[in-house]
């Protein structure tokens, strides 16, 4: 029997049988008789390391690490201290000037300042233009008749002159205060109660003069009137109901104050116009009084 086979043969016997082998001369081998020993503890599951967190501390604070998972699980906390601040560098040089911005929105008006203190007067200024002539007054009461002078030496007559003075002329007013109510658009009469001499010229008509001779004539009047409130008043001189062109006069009025209405114009009447003074506003409603009128008429050819 060769070598190689007896330990092929060997080897099979003590692969069949470990006892045999190791106690059989062939099989003195290390392959066959190493004993196996008993099966040892099971090592430890393998550790997981994470970072949880990290904490600046403040500067010269001690740096740290804390576990706050388990020994298998391990989640560090850690905290670095922050360094310090350190010395402040050399100024740099100064930038470019920016682009000048927006204009900002204008800043509400403040108070009004104190009133300062009067100026010195003014020079005179020249004088102003003569104003109308004022109206015909009132004629006074007849003197008493003085005695009778002798009677003197007839002369011869004379030629005919021309005739002198006005061939009909009339008034009519008031001084009496005479409130009223407008109605927007439609004219009121204002109220002439007192009549003043007149010749060719009617009075019968209340409030009214009636021409009796065609012809040029002169129509004045004035008027003083307030408002109660703040609004516009218009005077004018009516024939037949209907405005004489040029004689209307209009004031936008401050309440509770007087104001004065002046108006003097030339026109032609035929015989039969029938003449009024009236009122009217654009607002309806308007309360006022007039406190004096006068309207007056002559003819002048």
């Known amino acids: 029997m060769s070598i190689f086979r007896d330990n092929f043969m060997c080897q099979n016997d003590c692969n069949s049988n470990f006892d045999n082998c190791c106690q059989n001369s062939c099989c003195h081998h290390e392959t066959c008789c190493l004993i196996p020993g008993p ?92 104003g109308p002539q004022g109206i015909q007054g009132a004629t006074g009461a007849t003197g008493a008749t003085g005695a009778t002078g002798a009677t003197g030496e007839t002369g011869a007559t004379g030629a005919t002159g021309p005739s002198v003075g006005l061939t009909a002329y009339g008034g009519l007013y008031s ?68 405005d004489i062109p040029g004689t209307s006069q209009t004031i936008d009025m401050n309440g509770n104050e007087d104001d004065l209405f002046n108006k003097s114009i030339i026109t032609t009447l035929t015989a039969g116009s029938t003449i009024t003074l009236v009122l009217t506003s654009t607002t309806d409603s308007t309360d006022g009084s007039i406190n004096e009128a006068y309207l007056i008429i002559k003819k002048l050819d």
């Open 39 to 130: 099966t040892g503890p099971t090592g430890p599951s393998a550790v997981s390391v994470n970072v949880n967190s990290t904490t600046t501390g403040a500067p010269g604070s001690a740096a740290s690490v804390t576990n706050v998972g388990t020994d298998q699980n391990v989640l560090l906390d850690f905290v670095i201290p922050a360094g310090f601040n350190g010395a402040t560098g050399a100024t740099g040089a100064t930038g470019a000037t920016g682009a000048t911005g927006a204009t900002g929105p204008q800043g509400i008006q403040g108070p009004q300042g104190i009133q300062g203190a009067t100026g010195a007067t003014g020079a005179t200024g020249p004088q102003g233009i003569q």
């Open 175 to 242: 001084t009496t205060t005479q409130s009223f109510t407008t109605t927007q658009g439609t004219p009121t009469v204002i109220t002439l109660g007192t009549q003043m001499p007149n010749l060719n010229v009617g009075t019968a008509t209340a409030n009214t003069l009636t021409i009796n001779e065609a012809g040029d004539y002169e129509i004045s009047y004035t008027v003083l009137a307030d408002l109660d409130n703040a609004g516009d008043l218009t005077i004018a001189v009516q024939n037949a109901g209907a």
